[in-house]
T-cell receptor, first 111, second 113 residues
Framework: GEDVEQSLFLSVREGDSSVINCTYT??????LYWYKQEPGAGLQLLTY?????DMKQDQRLTVLLNKKDKHLSLRIADTQTGDSAIYFC???????????FGTGTRLQVFP | DAGVIQSPRHEVTEMGQEVTLRCKPI?????LFWYRQTMMRGLELLIY????????DSGMPEDRFSAKMPNASFSTLKIQPSEPRDSAVYFC???????????FGPGTRLTVT
């Protein structure tokens, strides 16, 4: 199976909070990332968290990491239509030299 | 900072033709990655370089694919001969330190007819 798993779709109303979830399998993960891909564009690094942290907040974005359950989430407060995109979770592992990407979650924001 | 630059942005070619995709990484970054994205397979790592040296090309699908990095500011991905199943968006990414904090280019959308 996939090393990094995400649900495929999420639909939210503008102004609500969005929570995008990700699970990974390797306990040696060192950094975990969230990337955003808008239509026709490349992946944009949104934020990342080191594996010894539980939470990281950056303006409207909050990343939560549960190492015990190998679960990562991205919360977007006050979701806007401009947040509509595909969001990828990714990890690097200790001594690793590659990013392992999830399948991506397509976030749709409706008025 | 101009970010990662890729060219061309779009390429349409006929089956059997040679295709060359180009990438200029962010200045000062010592790692460069080539990815391919399709609906069916998602995002796949093809090859990556550290300090201009290819480290892992296990993701390169076939011998028809080759990549070079002659210097720190330029890399190419070549497909010869191209096939319709090579149609995809090809991304280049660079990083200041290995796999961490990769910055992606806008991609090249390749269509092989």
């Amino acid at each position: 199976g996939e090393d990094v798993e995400q649900s495929l779709f999420l639909s939210v109303r503008e102004g609500d909070s969005s929570v995008i979830n990700c699970t990974y399998t390797d306990s040696s993960s060192t950094y975990l990332y969230w990337y955003k891909q808008e239509p026709g564009a490349g992946l944009q690094l949104l934020t990342y968290i080191f594996s010894n942290m539980d939470m990281k907040q950056d303006q409207r974005l909050t990343v939560l990491l549960n190492k015990k359950d190998k679960h990562l989430s991205l919360r977007i407060a006050d979701t806007q239509t401009g947040d509509s995109a595909i969001y990828f979770c990714a990890e690097t592992r200790f001594g690793g030299d590659k990013l392992i990407f999830g399948t991506g979650t397509r976030l749709q924001v409706f008025p | 900072d101009a970010g990662v630059i890729q060219s061309p942005r779009h390429e349409v070619t006929e089956m059997g033709q040679e295709v060359t995709l180009r990438c200029k990484p962010i200045s000062g970054h010592n790692s460069l990655f080539w990815y391919r994205q399709t609906m069916m397979r998602g995002l796949e790592l093809l090859i990556y370089f550290n300090n201009n040296v290819p480290i892992d090309d296990s993701g390169m699908p076939e011998d028809r694919f080759s990549a070079k990095m002659p210097n720190a500011s330029f890399s190419t991905l070549k497909i010869q001969p191209s096939e319709p199943r090579d149609s995809a968006v090809y991304f280049c990414a660079s990083s200041p330190r290995g796999a961490y904090e990769q910055y992606f280019g806008p991609g090249t959308r390749l269509t092989v007819t």
